[in-house]
């Protein structure tokens, strides 16, 4: 057989021989590929534990502005937007009764001041005549030491009855001054309070702010404030705007972590801007019907950017720690204990172990035993995987790696 034969009976044995195996599903065994996992790096970080509250920002102070007096609106100096200051004349009331009722104490007043110098002219004029009468009766009495029998006994005794009725007389004038200075006393109360009560016409700011209603015009009778028995008209309201209030109804399971003086971070949606504040106050107590607490934040608005009615959303710190090694919170394969996650070996196998944790943020969480830093833990989709497994990590970034939360 010549050599080119021998070559293509080779060849043609080698192709039956392939489509035979092809024919039978005969393949050569392949391994499967490594699972490709996402996996994120333990890191040391900050932790933060925190609420978020959305509430509506209220003036630091607010109220009615009402007359103390009954009257007639005479003038009013602002309206609605007018910003004023402490002490600022708001508005006039006119009251005729008032300015009668003053004239005719005025009246009385300057008669009491003639009475009383009437009386003490009438008392001057007693004190003259018991004097008078006085020094009669000591020389009579000196008289009669030395001649007993020059002076009659009748004369001794008239004189000494004129003492006696001057001083009565005396007394008397003493005493009409005593009750002409009182009703002075009485007329010069009645006067002032008058003076005050002509102040109450006087409507003046007792602080500064913003007029945020008008309720009043020109003409208008206005009702005095303190009369319980008719529903009174206020004037205006004045808000207090250059400081606001936040009041928010902070959870129960919040309420123990309230501190005084703690910051506060409010963001307001409608500014597109973040302010920071400090919690000035808290009631102490829960709301039954809603098992929350006022706690209030007092946010300076000196340029006023923030509106009364707006919404603010405050969020309260309840927790720190700082420098921890943390892992995020869908590397949790349960979050029930125990509580454990799959790491990647350095096989590039997978490992599942036990931890404990502690604080916990909205996307990560603190780990207290069971990992070191920069082991790789695999993130979410562990249901198809078991230890010991073949795996190619893909690493994933985190931009709140060694943040705060």
Known sequence: ????????????AAAAAGASCARSGGAAPTADPPRVVSVARVTRGDLTRSVEIAAEFRPYQQIDLHAKVAGFLKDIYVDIGDHVKEGQLIAVLEAPEMADESAQTDAALKRAQVDVERARADEERCEAEAKLRQEEFDRLSGVVKV??????????????????????????????????EAQVQVATAAKERDAVLLTYLRIIAPFSGVITNRLADP???IQAGT??????????QLSQVDRLRLVLPVPESAVPRVQLGAPVEVRVEALKRVFQGRISRFTAKLDTSTRTMDTEVDLPNPDLTIKPGMFGYATLVLDQRQGVLAVPIEA???RAAPITVLVVGADQRLER??????LEAPDRIEVVNGLREGDLVVLGGQADLRPGQL??????????????H
């Not at 057989?1 to 043609?12: F, N, S």
């Not at 009369?227 to 205006?236: G, I, N, W």
């Not at 172990?353 to 502690?358: E, H």
């Open 1 to 12: 057989m010549t050599p080119h034969r021998r070559i293509a009976l080779l060849l043609a």
């Open 353 to 358: 172990r036990q931890i404990d944790t502690g």
């Open 147 to 180: 001649r007993a029998n020059l002076v009659a006994q009748q004369d001794i005794d008239d004189v000494n009855a004129h003492v006696l009725e001057a001083n009565a007389q005396l007394a008397s004038a003493k005493a009409a001054v005593a009750s002409a």
């Open 391 to 404: 795996v190619s990590p893909k690493l994933q970034t985190s931009t709140t790696d060694g943040g705060s």
């Open 332 to 334: 949790l394969a349960s």
């Open 219 to 221: 003409g208008a009778m």
């Open 227 to 236: 009369a319980s028995h008719v529903q009174a008209m206020p004037v205006v």
